[in-house]
């Protein structure tokens, strides 16, 4: 959600429906000192492989509702709208949770599974569904990422 808010943040601001990269470096990495020049670009960068934002005509848009989103008096994005979500990480964690264990027993068993089940001839993302579907967890919310993180591996 904090990157959410951080790539709403300059649009609201300013008001403005698109806005060219410059601009967009320029309020996080000089008005708003949130980052340098380096991190701003990497941040555009990122919304654009998640689909916050798309490139039209040279001008960034927001993929997604301003509207909805509020930006908090005094926010200031960390560090973590750098981070990658594993989409595999985070499934471990809901099982985890769900059955009251510890991720690394979890996956220890994606571990055993992928070696016993498959002799080594699966995916951790695929071994995280056989779990998850074992310890009836949902995850269909995650399966196109899921999907996604098996393709570009």
């Given at each position: 959600?904090?990157?959410?808010?951080?790539?709403?943040?300059?649009?609201?601001?300013?008001?403005?429906a698109g806005m060219r990269k410059n601009e967009l470096v320029y309020y996080y990495a000089l008005d708003r000192k949130w980052m340098s020049?380096?991190?701003?670009?990497?941040?555009?960068?990122?919304?654009?492989?998640?689909?916050?934002?798309?490139?039209?005509?040279?001008?960034?848009?927001?993929?997604?509702?301003l509207a909805a989103i509020t930006i908090p008096i005094g926010f200031k994005p960390t560090s973590s709208i750098f981070e990658r979500n594993?989409?595999?990480?985070?499934?471990?964690?809901?099982?985890?949770?769900?059955?009251?264990?510890?991720?690394?027993?979890?996956?220890?068993?994606?571990?055993?599974?992928?070696?016993?089940?498959?002799?080594?001839?699966?995916?951790?993302?695929?071994?995280?569904?056989?779990?998850?579907?074992?310890?009836?967890?949902?995850?269909?919310?995650?399966?196109?990422?899921?999907?996604?993180?098996?393709?570009?591996?």
């Amino acid at each position: 959600m904090t990157l959410s808010i951080t790539i709403a943040a300059p649009f609201k601001h300013t008001r403005k429906a698109g806005m060219r990269k410059n601009e967009l470096v320029y309020y996080y990495a000089l008005d708003r000192k949130w980052m340098s020049t380096e991190q701003a670009n990497q941040l555009l960068k990122r919304a654009e492989e998640e689909g916050l934002l798309g490139l039209d005509n040279g001008m960034y848009i927001p993929r997604f509702d301003l509207a909805a989103i509020t930006i908090p008096i005094g926010f200031k994005p960390t560090s973590s709208i750098f981070e990658r979500n594993d989409p595999a990480q985070e499934l471990i964690g809901r099982i985890a949770k769900a059955k009251s264990l510890q991720e690394i027993d979890i996956v220890a068993e994606m571990n055993k599974t992928i070696r016993d089940g498959f002799d080594s001839h699966l995916l951790p993302p695929a071994a995280v569904v056989i779990l998850a579907k074992k310890y009836q967890v949902p995850f269909e919310d995650l399966s196109e990422a899921l999907r996604q993180s098996v393709n570009k591996g």
